[in-house]
């Protein structure tokens, strides 16, 4: 047990270190149940101070991975360190990590408060010591005056704040948080979300973050892990992972509330100009042609099927009375299908013209006329988007998979040398582009 | 119970409810307690004939607390029923404990654990005499009655236990684990405490068991001691139905009643604050 003496929390953003041993790491871990292997030859670090989350859907091993960390299982194989420690086969009461239950698991029979110090009295703390840190953590989740009440005599809302506080007053060297929101409604979940963020600047600790919550990991983290199957499918900061996904997956996974998943477009190879940072592939898509720059490193031959990803906030639309996209820029020819306007917003549902078997693009306009000042009409017949937006996609067997694994594909940058958040993302994949705003 | 007769039937008038379901409610409820109230009327009667009531009267319960006999009987019948109750509840709460996980042969050994109950009571008696007479050399006595008392209560005590750790959720004690608690403090600070309706409700069910006993506890009550159960039977079989017979049934009647309502009491209080 460390004790880690934070008395004066910084309430001031505390910049994750990256100089230490990293929080936590995982090297190699694999873990098999009897019929199917949960976690396979997974490579992790996360930085002390860290708000990183684990992000995958349901059975990708995100909640096997943060019960190995907790120690609730053992691995198969491979080393699971904390602190730069090797803690396999070190038993879940001996270490510096604790946990936020989805269920939330508070003790039933206990108060409140004797939930809060249940953790403490087993450090063996001294009675005056243990009843003043079990009120700064009621503050810090803002219960005080709740100490008394039983867990059922609160809302779910209250009773997540408790476990949060449970576990955070042992003053881990690890916070573990399984889906700690899943079991609330969206109002509360958003509230909570705020107050997420706002305790983890506060006590600074190293949060590990399992959701299946695209949205929660983008608002909540520093960086994050995407998870498919048991193996990490990127590592970055949360803008990392959404402009620029490594894969198919990733980029239809990775989804807000407002615009959805990326869209996928299908092609061929046309021609590829330039060369080194410059270097620019034309995609033939339907009767239009995608732009998209050459990641260095990555060959591609002419008439080769590639896929091309872009957000639908990114694309524009043009319809037959407008000039069309600028030179240089992706240019789609397309068909309106459908429009459905959401408020802020308005999604508009086209189809690509000479592909007739892709799935439709959709594509964001903000409202920022009034409805039914949409201008001069006719619907939209282009679509059009800078170079930059484009997203070229590993190359991938199949089409259109939503979660599948199609076995052994090799993903070479599970690890991920740089944990600090907000600097340049790491070259995952092969793109190298620092900025992404 | 007149009483609950009397608010049923208005229930049901308002409810405009066929007066079919009113006659089967009043009936089945006539059926179960009409004897039990009789009796306890009777005892009551101020004459030795139970056939005919000539007056209010506590004489037989008077007699009764003057009667060596009905007293020395009284007290081994609630000590083994404590010591029942209380040897039950530990070894069925290990028990219930122990077939929490699978492991090779559970199903083999929660089938055994049932067995008592379907066996029928003569034959145990019967076994156990055979047991510890002519097997063990274990004298009759309280010895012998406790370990068959507990013996036909242990299951009741692992079903009941058994029940509740299924609903117990499992994050609890990972809970407990990952705030820095071992295997015996967890056990002790959050599973017992949890547990601690579901044995205490085995409990009650066992003290109750016992406490009825005629059939098993005949066949092993020594020279020395006879629980009430079983003198009751023996006088009622010899003389008859006599007046001291019946205020002693109605005794046992309530005091059972009371008994098994107090502990339902105790255990639904704490239950409710355990349960959201």
């Known amino acids: ?437 | 119970m007149t009483v609950e007769h009397a608010g049923r039937g208005r229930r049901a008038a308002r409810g405009r409810r066929p007066w079919v379901l009113l006659a089967a409610v009043v009936g089945a409820y006539a059926f179960l307690y009409a004897p039990i109230l009789w009796l306890a009327l009777l005892s009551f009667n101020d004459s030795r004939s139970v056939s005919t009531f000539t007056g209010f009267s506590l004489r037989w319960y008077a007699e009764l607390l003057t009667d060596g006999q009905v007293l020395d009987a009284l007290w081994l019948t609630v000590r083994l029923a404590a010591s029942t109750a209380v040897v039950a509840a530990v070894l069925g709460t290990l028990a219930a404990w122990a077939l929490r996980r699978p492991f090779r042969g559970r199903g083999l050994w929660s089938t055994v654990l049932a067995m008592p109950l379907v066996v029928p009571e003569v034959v145990l008696g019967v076994s156990l005499l055979a047991f510890c007479v002519k097997l063990a050399g274990i004298p009759l006595g309280f010895g012998a009655l406790l370990a068959a008392h507990v013996t036909f209560s242990l299951s009741f005590v692992v079903i009941v236990v058994r029940a509740r750790l299924a609903g117990l959720d499992p994050r609890l004690e990972e809970a407990a684990a990952d705030l820095g608690a071992g295997p015996l403090t967890r056990w002790r600070t959050v599973t017992l405490p949890v547990l601690w309706p579901a044995i205490g409700a085995g409990a009650a069910f066992a003290f109750v068991l016992s406490f009825d006993d005629v059939v098993t506890s005949s066949y092993l009550s020594g020279v020395g001691g006879t629980p009430l159960p079983v003198l009751v039977y023996g006088q009622a079989s010899r003389r008859g139905v006599s007046p001291e017979i019946v205020a002693l049934s109605t005794s046992m009647v309530v005091l059972s009643t009371v008994l098994l309502v107090l502990a339902v009491l105790v255990v639904a209080r704490r239950a409710r604050h355990l349960d959201r």
């Open chain 1, 1 to 437: 047990m460390s004790e880690d003496p934070r008395e004066t929390p910084a309430l001031d953003h505390r910049v994750p270190d990256a100089s230490g041993p990293p929080a936590v790491e995982l090297r190699g871990v694999t873990r098999t149940y009897t019929d199917q292997v949960a976690v396979r030859d997974l490579s992790l670090r996360v930085g002390e101070g860290e708000f990183f989350s684990v992000l995958g859907p349901s059975g990708s091993g995100k909640t096997t991975l943060l019960r190995m960390v907790a120690g609730f299982e053992d691995p198969d194989g491979g080393a699971i360190l904390l602190g730069g420690r090797d803690v396999v086969g070190v038993p879940a009461h001996r270490r510096d990590v604790n946990t936020v239950f989805q269920s939330y698991a508070l003790f039933p029979h206990l108060s409140v408060w004797d939930n809060v110090a249940y953790g403490l009295r087993r450090l063996g703390l001294r009675r005056a010591e243990l009843r003043a840190r079990v009120g700064d953590y009621l503050d810090l989740v803002q219960l005080a005056g709740y100490g008394r009440r039983r867990p059922h005599q609160l809302s779910g809302g209250q009773q997540q704040r408790v476990a949060i506080a449970r576990a955070l007053a042992r003053r881990p060297r690890v916070l573990l948080l399984d889906e700690p929101l899943a079991a609330l409604d969206a109002q509360l979940r958003a509230q909570l979300r705020v107050e997420l963020t706002r305790i983890q600047r506060e006590v600074g600790t190293t949060f590990l973050y399992v959701t299946h919550d695209q949205e929660e990991a983008l608002v909540l983290s520093h960086r994050l892990a995407v998870l498919r199957a048991g193996r990490v499918e990127q590592v970055g900061t949360p803008a990392d992972v959404y402009e620029r996904p490594v894969s198919r997956f990733v980029a239809e996974f990775i989804r807000s509330s407002t615009t959805g998943g990326s869209n996928v477009l299908e092609g061929t190879v046309r021609t590829v100009t330039g060369a080194g940072n410059a270097a620019l592939v034309e995609v033939s898509v339907g009767e239009g042609a995608v732009l998209a720059e050459l990641p260095p490193g990555r060959a591609l031959r002419r008439g080769q099927p590639v896929a091309v990803a872009v957000r639908p906030e990114k694309a524009r639309l043009y319809s037959a009375e407008d000039d069309g996209p600028p030179p240089g820029w992706s240019r789609v020819p397309v068909r309106p299908r459908d429009t459905v306007y959401t408020g802020a917003a308005t999604e508009h549902l086209v189809e690509v013209v000479g592909d007739p078997g892709a799935t439709p693009l959709t594509v964001f306009t903000q409202n920022t006329r009034r409805a039914g000042e949409t201008g001069p009409g006719g619907g939209p017949v282009l679509v059009g988007w800078e170079p930059r937006f484009s997203v070229l996609l590993a190359d991938e067997p199949g089409r259109g998979d939503g979660g599948a694994e199609p076995g052994g594909r090799a993903r070479p940058t599970a690890a991920d040398g740089d944990p600090t958040p907000g600097s340049a993302p790491t070259p995952v994949g092969a793109t190298s582009r620092a900025d992404v705003s």
